[in-house]
């Protein structure tokens, strides 16, 4: 028999073995049984919780290979099922599995998954109803001994900009090793003079974006950067863009920590559609506060000062919820040199001007582009060359055409398509009825519960997607026909539609562009300049948004629509 193999490790499992000595006894216990083991198909995940099904690349390619007409092997030998995961999701798991009649083997117990009755998949439900519980016990140890340490002012996890992570260790191991207690924080004098320079260039005045600009070193702020910070260019407290920016300099002035106040239990860690780790707000009345003077950097008075000249942000970045930008690229833009936003960075003559927003918040040090450009000739050369090129007769053409050999082919495959909605939907009931069953056994578990909640909802999607896929192998000419005008009066109409107010151009051209416009400063001549702009469009997506149903074709058919029809490419000047 050809058997695949399956290992995973995740960080909280320390005396779990690894995934390599996993993935060794795999295959002893393969040779055991006289199977043979591709190397192809040995899948590993490490360092990964069994709380997590969907960044998981190792089950992924499992799953993506068990899919296959005929699977790739008859067999899957893993650990134990909690290897598959923790959750009542590694249910499914072993299900579709079992459905591509692959079976699955244990080698701890030296034992068989089998589904061969009712007893069986309640067994199942029964285990990850166990594991589900577990976990929970492990999240609510953990917590207690992050409470711990954050009451007693110790590291609880992460670095902080300004201080050092200390481990103090308490005795050694048989080895000779020691072993860490715990770990505290130092202040990091190097880092905590930078962050009174920031508290002090706040309190005097200066902005979010001229105090980065100085800790870049930016000429255009060489006064901040001498006064404050020693006239040097400071190294930034993460990677990424290797530079400060604003954002960054707002978390230092908001931070309590710096008056040796340390605040634990702001967020808390949730599973949610199979995935681990997500952040979720806790309310403030929960929030652990921790004096401890020695990590005071800064002063009382300093302190104060700052906050009575902070400002409450208004968003996280973006425009606030109800607000509609009122430049037509916001967002669908970046500059052609650091590939940063593209943005309204400036005025020219009392007229907004666009621009490289790393340019204009972190200085020429990190992006060079210091070109302004009017916002209304650029928004009107981009519409200009859009209306030439894309909405032609000949562009309309092909793309009406692509979109209904994209309707035919799939009308064609409608019958294939609905046997495997089908299947689904015949194996979610089952597993369904297999959730009651284990309910009624063991009475009414919430992860139980939610997990038939969320089969029920799956099941839903699938009904509908089964009377959709029906509905296309039913699809009359007359209503082809009614499509095909609906495309038609849409491409028509987007030359309208581009030239209308901001917010519903804004919409059109977000189908239309694929990837970000590329705006690159260039020489004209005379010591003029620029810009060069070049966008990818694709005329596919345009016609999904100009597709969706209105009650004059079928429901659902406007989702058939969503492929690159045709790609073009526009490289022009901006003036």
């Not at 930034?236 to 960054?248: F, I, L, M, V």
């Not at 997607?465 to 192998?473: G, N, P, W």
């Not at 100009?546 to 690159?564: C, H, Y």
């Amino acid at each position: 028999m050809r058997v695949a193999v399956y290992a995973r490790k995740s960080t909280e499992d320390q005396l779990k073995a690894s995934v390599a000595r996993q993935v060794e006894h795999a295959r002893l216990y393969a040779r055991q049984k006289g199977w043979s083991v591709d190397a192809q198909h040995v899948y590993v995940d490490d360092r990964i919780s069994g709380a997590e099904f969907a960044r998981r690349p190792g089950l992924t390619g499992l799953l993506e290979a068990a899919s296959r007409t005929p699977p790739p092997f008859d067999g899957l030998i893993t650990a134990d099922s909690d290897r598959i995961g923790r959750g009542l999701r590694s249910q499914l798991v072993l299900s579709d599995l079992h459905d591509a009649g692959i079976r699955v083997f244990y080698y701890q117990t030296d034992h068989e998954q089998r589904f061969e009755n009712a007893t069986d998949r309640a067994m199942l439900s029964l285990a990850g109803f166990g594991g589900e519980l577990e976990r929970e016990k492990a999240k609510h140890r953990t917590r207690d001994a992050l409470l711990a340490r954050a009451r007693k002012g110790l590291v609880t996890g992460g670095v902080v900009y300004g201080y050092r992570n200390v481990p103090v260790y308490a005795g050694t191991d048989s080895s000779g090793n020691s072993i860490r207690a715990q770990v505290r924080f130092e202040v990091h004098s190097e880092e905590a003079a930078v962050v009174r320079g920031v508290f002090q260039a706040y309190a005097h005045g200066w902005g979010l974006r001229s105090i980065a600009k100085g800790l870049n070193g930016d000429a255009s702020a060489a006064g901040i950067s001498a006064r404050y910070f020693q006239g040097r260019r400071v190294p930034p407290p993460r990677k990424g863009t290797g530079s400060w920016d604003p954002s960054t300099v707002r978390a230092i002035v908001h931070r309590e920590r710096y008056i040796g106040i340390l605040i634990w239990g702001k967020h808390r860690n949730v599973d949610k559609g199979g995935r681990t780790r997500r952040r979720s707000a806790r309310p403030e009345s929960e929030w652990v506060r921790t004096e401890v003077p020695d990590l005071r950097i800064v002063s009382d008075e300093l302190w104060q000062a700052v906050q009575r000249r902070r400002r409450p942000p208004t968003s996280s970045g973006g425009p606030a919820a109800g607000y509609s930008t009122a430049s037509l690229l916001s967002g669908l833009a970046q500059c052609g040199l650091c590939a940063g936003p593209f943005t309204i960075a400036g005025s020219r003559k009392r007229e907004r001007c666009y621009g490289c927003s790393r340019h204009r918040n972190r200085g020429s040090i990190i992006c060079s582009n210091d070109l302004l450009e009017s916002v209304s000739v650029v928004d009107h050369r981009v519409l200009e060359e859009i209306e030439r090129t894309v909405l032609t007769p000949e562009a309309r053409g092909v793309a009406l055409a692509a979109a209904q050999d994209v309707i035919e082919r799939s009308m064609a495959d409608a019958g294939e398509t609905a046997a495997k909605f089908d299947t689904a939907l015949a194996r979610v009931s089952r597993e369904i009825e297999n959730l009651i069953r284990a309910i009624e056994l063991g009475g009414t578990p919430p992860p139980l519960l939610e997990r038939l909640r969320e089969r029920e909802k799956e099941r839903a999607v699938l009904a509908r997607q089964l009377a959709f896929a029906k509905t296309l192998r039913t699809t009359s000419q007359l209503e082809r026909h009614r499509l095909r005008r609906r495309l038609e009066e849409g491409f028509s109409q987007l030359g309208d539609v581009l030239s209308s107010e901001p917010t519903l151009a804004r919409q059109a051209l977000n189908q239309l562009f694929v990837g970000k416009v590329r705006f690159t400063p260039v020489d004209v001549g005379a010591g003029a300049r620029t810009y060069r702009f070049e966008a990818n469009l694709s005329l596919g997506r345009l016609g999904a948004a100009v597709a969706q149903n209105d009650g004059d074709v079928p429901d659902g058919i406007w989702t058939l629509l969503f492929t690159r029809f045709q790609l073009l490419t526009i490289v022009k000047r901006a003036a």
